[in-house]
C-alpha cells in the first residue's frame, strides 16, 4: 500500500530514557529521515546543568519516513531493523502526515505584537498595524526569540516604554543584548534609538540569524554580533540578559563592570520563584526594582551603584 505522492508516514514508539537510544538507531535504521523527541506527559524540564542533556521520564519517539513511502515496504524495513540490531520489534504506531505549505501554516498563526504605545514586532507577510510605529520586522526562525514567548515579551514592553513623548529609554545608549537569540531585542534597541547595540551569543546560528535580521531592519550597521568573549567594549549604558538563571548567577561580578553608574540591568528567562535568590546575588553592586512577571516568568530591572 502506497500513500498519497504528497503525505509523509510517521512511526511513534515510546520510550523511556534508557531505551531512547537503542529506539533512535532502529528508527534510522530503518530509514527515517528524521526522529523527534517528545514529551508524553508535559514534564518541565527547565534548565540542565551543564554538560546534562535531560530527558523526560517518558518519551515518544517519532520517525518521520521519505514521503509517499510504500507502508508494507515500511513495516518491512522496521522489523529488519529490529531483527539486525537484535532487539525484539517494539509496539509502534503507523500515522500519517499530510503534506502542507508549510509557511503559510506558521503564517496563520505569527500575527503583529504591540509592546508599549509605538514599538511593534511584526511578521514579514503583514503590514504593519500602525505604519507610523516603530516596527520590528521578524519571522520564526532558528534562534530563540519572536516576542511570543513570554520573557522576550517583558523585555520588548520594557523596551517600548517612553518616559516621554519624544525619548525612549534608549535613545543615544549603548546597549548589549547578552544572549541575542534571533536578534529582536537588539533589532528593537537599535529601532528605539540606541547609538550602538552590541548583540553576542554563544550560539553560532544565534550569530547568523540576528546578522541577517538586522539587515533586513535596516540597522545592521548598528549592530556589532560577536561571541561574549570577543566582546570589546568599555561600559554600557543598558544591557538586556535574557537567558537562564544559572548563566545570570554565574555573571553577576561580570555585568557589574560592563555597565557605568546608573546603567540599567534587565534580566529575564527566569521563573518567579527564582527571582528572590537571583536578586540576593546582585544586590551587592545594583538598586533592583520589584520584578515583573508573565506567566509564570519573570523580569528584574536594576540600576547599577557608584
Same mark, same amino acid.
Given at each position: 500500500m502506497s500513500l498519497p505522492s504528497a503525505d509523509w508516514p510517521e512511526v511513534a514508539?515510546?520510550?523511556t530514557p534508557a531505551t531512547v537510544e537503542d529506539l533512535e538507531q532502529w528508527l534510522f535504521s530503518a530509514g527515517a529521515?528524521?526522529?523527534?523527541?517528545?514529551?508524553?506527559?508535559?514534564?518541565?524540564?527547565?534548565?540542565?546543568?551543564?554538560?546534562?542533556?535531560?530527558?523526560?521520564?517518558?518519551?515518544?519517539?517519532? *520517525?518521520?519516513? /521519505?514521503? $509517499?513511502?510504500?507502508?508494507?515496504? @515500511?513495516?518491512? =524495513?522496521?522489523?529488519? !531493523?529490529?531483527?539486525?540490531?537484535?532487539?525484539?520489534?517494539?509496539?509502534?504506531?503507523?500515522?500519517v502526515l499530510p503534506d502542507a505549505v508549510w509557511e503559510r501554516a506558521w503564517m496563520a498563526d505569527y500575527q503583529p505584537m504591540q509592546f508599549g504605545p509605538a514599538l511593534w514586532?511584526?511578521?514579514?507577510?503583514?503590514?504593519?498595524?500602525?505604519?507610523?510605529?516603530?516596527?520590528?520586522?521578524?519571522?520564526?526562525?532558528?534562534?530563540?526569540g519572536t516576542g511570543t514567548h513570554a520573557?522576550?515579551?517583558?523585555?520588548?514592553d520594557w523596551l517600548g516604554q517612553k518616559t516621554d513623548k519624544t525619548r525612549t529609554?534608549?535613545?543615544g545608549a549603548t546597549v548589549i543584548d547578552y544572549g541575542c *537569540?534571533?536578534? /529582536?531585542? $537588539?533589532?528593537?534597541?537599535?529601532? @528605539?534609538?540606541? =547609538?550602538?547595540?552590541? !548583540?553576542?551569543?554563544?550560539?553560532?546560528?544565534?550569530?547568523?540569524?540576528?546578522?541577517?535580521?538586522?539587515?533586513?531592519?535596516?540597522?545592521?550597521?548598528?549592530?556589532?554580533?560577536?561571541?561574549p568573549d570577543e566582546l570589546q567594549i568599555e561600559q554600557a549604558d543598558v544591557i538586556i540578559?535574557?537567558?537562564?538563571?544559572?548563566?545570570?548567577?554565574?555573571?553577576?561580578?561580570?555585568?557589574?563592570?560592563l555597565l557605568r553608574t546608573g546603567g540599567i540591568l534587565l534580566m529575564s528567562g527566569i521563573l518567579e520563584d527564582q527571582v528572590d535568590q537571583l536578586s540576593m546575588r546582585?544586590?551587592?553592586?545594583?538598586?533592583?526594582?520589584?520584578?515583573?512577571?508573565?506567566?509564570?516568568?519573570a523580569l528584574i530591572t536594576a540600576a547599577r551603584r557608584p
Amino acid at each position: 500500500m502506497s500513500l498519497p505522492s504528497a503525505d509523509w508516514p510517521e512511526v511513534a514508539v515510546s520510550a523511556t530514557p534508557a531505551t531512547v537510544e537503542d529506539l533512535e538507531q532502529w528508527l534510522f535504521s530503518a530509514g527515517a529521515v528524521s526522529v523527534t523527541l517528545q514529551d508524553q506527559n508535559d514534564q518541565p524540564i527547565l534548565e540542565p546543568a551543564p554538560g546534562e542533556l535531560p530527558l523526560w521520564d517518558e518519551i515518544t519517539l517519532v *520517525g518521520l519516513f /521519505v514521503q $509517499a513511502q510504500d507502508l508494507d515496504s @515500511l513495516h518491512s =524495513a522496521l522489523h529488519i !531493523a529490529a531483527r539486525v540490531s537484535g532487539m525484539e520489534v517494539p509496539e509502534y504506531q503507523l500515522r500519517v502526515l499530510p503534506d502542507a505549505v508549510w509557511e503559510r501554516a506558521w503564517m496563520a498563526d505569527y500575527q503583529p505584537m504591540q509592546f508599549g504605545p509605538a514599538l511593534w514586532v511584526c511578521p514579514s507577510h503583514q503590514p504593519p498595524p500602525d505604519p507610523s510605529a516603530v516596527i520590528v520586522h521578524l519571522d520564526p526562525g532558528l534562534a530563540f526569540g519572536t516576542g511570543t514567548h513570554a520573557t522576550t515579551a517583558l523585555c520588548l514592553d520594557w523596551l517600548g516604554q517612553k518616559t516621554d513623548k519624544t525619548r525612549t529609554p534608549l535613545k543615544g545608549a549603548t546597549v548589549i543584548d547578552y544572549g541575542c *537569540g534571533s536578534g /529582536v531585542l $537588539a533589532i528593537a534597541a537599535a529601532k @528605539l534609538g540606541a =547609538a550602538a547595540v552590541y !548583540a553576542v551569543d554563544i550560539d553560532d546560528q544565534a550569530l547568523i540569524a540576528t546578522r541577517q535580521n538586522a539587515a533586513d531592519n535596516g540597522v545592521f550597521e548598528k549592530l556589532l554580533v560577536s561571541h561574549p568573549d570577543e566582546l570589546q567594549i568599555e561600559q554600557a549604558d543598558v544591557i538586556i540578559a535574557n537567558i537562564l538563571f544559572e548563566p545570570l548567577t554565574s555573571l553577576s561580578t561580570r555585568f557589574s563592570g560592563l555597565l557605568r553608574t546608573g546603567g540599567i540591568l534587565l534580566m529575564s528567562g527566569i521563573l518567579e520563584d527564582q527571582v528572590d535568590q537571583l536578586s540576593m546575588r546582585y544586590n551587592t553592586w545594583f538598586d533592583l526594582e520589584p520584578a515583573t512577571a508573565k506567566n509564570g516568568w519573570a523580569l528584574i530591572t536594576a540600576a547599577r551603584r557608584p
